[in-house]
Every structure is written in structure tokens, then in C-alpha cells.
């Protein structure tokens, strides 16, 4: 089957002024809040309470309804509203962007066979609509590739309630939300793929056919790809790559993908690495059986990088982005890498290997060195790169660790405005001193030391960044869901990381385009070239002062 990285199809919802109660919308949703003593209805659903009258608040008590976060209730109307029916949606004791996202996301999935739905939830910011568009659209996804019977059909129309309906500010919200919401989808899409069908080839040919879609729309001519197969990277001495996928019977791939928004001179460069291992199996350092069932997932920060600066040139923003994604699938056979082998990495760099397990670190090590060579002005990495960071942070919080104490609290702030859970962590001095310990190579890959395993590999990846302003993502918890579905996240991919690498993007851009310390906003100043942050990023240090 033919992998794509294009997003699944489904309902996107419209914006609308009318009133909850009277629409004739097969569904209409609305929240609750839980209040001191009782819980309460949320703004947005006056017309719905008003319609109920005094039996409002004794039917919230017959019900059991206490407003919690993700409660979820079906109530048929009997024609007190115009709807047959009414979803009610505990929002917790506010209605904020988390429990909103929440909330959108169980009602897509209590929907049943409705043709159309009416979202009536507190929506009089921009930031709430971005929350019920992301919760809707995501929470409602499910993947049916390869399931023989029919796919579940979505509402042929969903529209948000809002009296904004009309302005310019929520119809751009809507907009941008949609295109951030596809990225994720497409990212979900990719990482269920079975590995027997996401080889390398396949992954570096559905970029190429992401591409070749994203030249049919006006942002398509910003956009290049550049894909070095076994015999490139051979030439350009990717040893890294190359030795991770030499058991494999489908060759490695390194994706290039570069953006350059047009008609911007000299705009702030970002360089994102993705890790795109598409099966591992551990190598020689064979995983155990049950370890493997979600390997799959092993390539979803490739996935989120290419995800996002697809729809980072949809949305036309102001940052240069070079994007790279090595792929390769860790396999055995007599061709396998091996413990005691030293790798030649991207750059002249040597490294010893210790566990095959241990494989994501040394893909990203070449494509980092390739990174660097286009001199941007901050490296962004995303990998499920090691179990210490599942264990130290559980699967649901991804880790943030770096050199830049301003990059580091730029990609939080992105984080918190997409709504995925990110927390910073240390790379202590003592990692550096363990990269050289012990070893006939530049460096050692792995050390087999019990604790701070995830603080390692990130003090293994700062070696090869030259220097650089860097922030790595382990997302190996958040990544893949094995779990039942929860809000906006269900079973499988999760599609995490997207809507922070272009909220940091945004971010970017908007610090650029404000005039610098000391300048004045009248248009005759100097505004080309990074402004901001981008100017104040120089190596941290208070990390390794532990």
C-alpha cells in the first residue's frame, strides 16, 4: 500500500451566529461547567437554558452532571429545542484552551449517525475557537486504512456557534487552525502505517508526493526537496545512516526540505531534524518481543518536521526552514551494524558503538551535521529518541533540553500556546565527560550507565551541532498512544510536536517583524535580518551548573 502524508478527509466546521436552540441541527453540543454547589451551563448555551426554563438545573441533577472535565452526557430534547438531540460536555471549573480541546474532542466521538452538528461551547476568543476546531477535528479521527469494512462518515456539516462568526479575526483563526490540524492529521497517518508499508523508499516518497501537492498551490515555488539515497549518502560519508540501515533489505533515505518565503529578504532561518527510524528492532541489541509492537512510531518526529514545514509554507509565514529527516529501519542479519564498530558521521566526526539499540542518535547525528552547514540561526531536533524520557516523564509530557536559554523558552512557549505538555531538563556536565570516557572513537554512543540515559543522548546530539543554538524534543512518551481515547488524543499516533514547531515558527516571525530595541516603528529603521530572540541566543550555561 502507498503511504501518503496527506490529511484523512473529514467534515471542517464552519463558523456561524445563530442561536443554540433554534438551529435545526441534528446535535447540538454545548458545555457545563462545574460549579460550587451545582454544576452550570457555559457560555454559549444561554438560548438552550432559556429554552428549559426551570427545568434547566434539575435535569442537570437527575442526570448526574457535575461538569467534570471529559464528562459527556446525551440528552434527547423532545422538542424543547429545535435539535433532537443535546451533547452536554463537562468543562471543568472554566472554560479554558485544555478543556476545551478536551471537551470538542469526546463529543466528536459521542456524535452518532448525525448529518449535522452545532457546536454551541464558550467561543468569544481566538483562542477558544483554535480549541474546539482542534479538539473537533482530532478528537474525531480514526484510522481505517486497513480495515475491510466501511469508514465511519462524519457530520456532513459541523458549524461552531459564535456570535465573532462574522469577523475577520476567527475567520483567519479558523483558517490557520485548519491548516495546523491537517499537519497533525497527516503526521497521525504516517505513523500508523504498518512498517512493512513505511519503509524508507516509501516514507522519503510520500514527501516527495507531499510536495509535488503542496506545488499545485500558490506556496508550492518556496518549497524544495532534495532525497539522497544509499549511493548519495554513501558519497557524502553519512556513516551514521548508512550503518544503522545496513540490515535492512530497504535502503536508508535522508529527506531535504528547504522553505524560503518570497519576497523576504534575509528572513530568520530555522533548522528542523526529524528522527525517521521506520522499524526498531534493536539491531543486534534485540529489543525484547512486546517492545516492538509500537516501534512503528519510532519515525514520528521525521513525520512531525516534514508535517510542519509543509504547513508552515501554506501558511505563508516569514522563517526560513531547512528541514532534515534520515530514515532507516533497524534491522538484523549479517549485514547489521555491530557493538564495537566506530561509524564515520557527517563531518569527520568518529563515534564508537556500544548498544544498536540506541540507533535514533546516530541518524540525527548526520543530519545535524548537515543542519549546521546551513549556517541557520537555531537547530530545532524532534525524536522518540529513549525510554529514560517515558520513565523520568510518563507518556502524556515530552522533555526540552538544549544550549539556548532563549530557544529553550521559546519552544515552552510554543508549546503551552499549541497545547502539548513540554517540560525543560538538564544536560549536566558529567554527560560530556561520559561521551569521551572509555572509547577509541571521538566519542561513545552509549555507556550502558543505568540512570540519566535521556540526558546522555542529548549531550551525545550537542556534539555534533557545532555550537550552535539548539533545542532537542524526546517525545517518546506523547508520540504514540496506546491507550483508549481521551479528548483530542486517541489510539495510535498523536501527531505531537506539530503545532509547537509552527507555533515556534510564528513565534519567529513575529519577533522578527517587531522593530528591535532602540528602533523606532515608522518603517525607516532596518528591518531585515533576526530581531529579537534570534539575537540574543548564545550558548546556556546555568544547565551543566548542577
Known sequence: MTATISAPSGTRPTLRSASPAKTRSDVVV????????????????????????????????????????????????????????????????????????????????????????????????????????????????SFHTYKS??????????????????????????????VIVDAVLATRELVNIPPGDLTPPAFADALVAAHADLAATPAGSAVTITVHDEHSLAELGCGGILGVGSASAAPP?????????????????????????????????????????????????????????????????????????????????????????????????????????????????????????????????????????????????????????????????AAQRAGEPLWPLPIPEEMYDRLKANTVADVIQHDWVRYGGGLFAAGFLEYFVAGLPWAHLDIAGPAFHSGGANGHIVAGGTGYSVATLIELAQSVADESAAPAAGEEPDGNAESSGPTGWLRQLTPRSFMRRL
Open 253 to 413: 533515505r535522508l529527506v531535504e526540505l528547504s522553505y524560503q518565503p518570497e519576497g523576504i529578504d534575509d528572513p530568520p532561518h530555522l533548522a528542523l531534524v526529524g528522527k525517521g527510524i521506520t522499524f526498531d528492532s534493536g539491531g543486534l541489541t534485540i529489543k525484547p518481543a512486546g517492545s516492538m509492537r509500537t516501534m512503528k512510531c519510532d519515525m514520528a518526529g521525521a513525520a512531525a518536521v516534514a508535517s510542519a514545514t509543509f504547513a508552515i509554507a501554506r501558511l505563508g509565514l516569514p522563517v526560513r526552514i531547512s528541514a532534515f529527516m534520515p530514515m532507516a529501519e533497524n534491522m538484523v542479519d549479517g549485514a547489521a551494524f555491530r557493538p564495537g564498530d566506530v561509524l564515520g558521521i557527517y563531518g569527520g566526526h568518529t563515534v564508537e558503538i556500544t548498544n544498536t539499540d540506541a540507533e535514533g542518535r546516530l541518524i540525527l547525528a548526520d543530519a545535524l551535521g548537515r543542519a549546521v552547514e546551513v549556517e541557520p540561526d537555531a537547530i530545532i531536533d524532534v525524536a522518540t529518541l529513549t525510554g529514560h524520557m517515558v520513565m523520568a516523564l510518563g507518556d502524556l509530557v515530552a522533555g526540552v533540553m538544549g544550549n539556548s536559554d532563549g530557544l529553550i523558552d521559546q519552544v515552552l512557549d
Open 30 to 141: 454545548a458545555g457545563v461547567v462545574s460549579g460550587a454547589k451545582q454544576a452550570e451551563a457555559a457560555p454559549g448555551s444561554e438560548d438552550i437554558v432559556a429554552a428549559y426554563g426551570r427545568k434547566f438545573r434539575p435535569m442537570l441533577a437527575a442526570l448526574g452532571v457535575t461538569g467534570k472535565a471529559g464528562e459527556v452526557n446525551v440528552v434527547p430534547t423532545g422538542g424543547t429545542i429545535a435539535a433532537p438531540v443535546l451533547i452536554l460536555v463537562g468543562l471543568g471549573s472554566e472554560a479554558t484552551a485544555r478543556n476545551l480541546r478536551k471537551a470538542a474532542g469526546n463529543a466528536a466521538r459521542s456524535v452518532k449517525n448525525a448529518t449535522s452538528v452545532a457546536l454551541a461551547l464558550p467561543c468569544e476568543s481566538a483562542e477558544q475557537l483554535a480549541a474546539i476546531v482542534t479538539g473537533w477535528r482530532l478528537g474525531g479521527y
Open 149 to 178: 469494512g466501511p469508514a465511519p462518515e462524519p457530520p456532513a456539516t459541523v458549524s461552531i456557534l459564535t456570535a465573532s462568526a462574522r469577523t475577520t479575526e476567527f475567520q483567519e483563526t479558523l483558517e490557520r487552525t485548519n
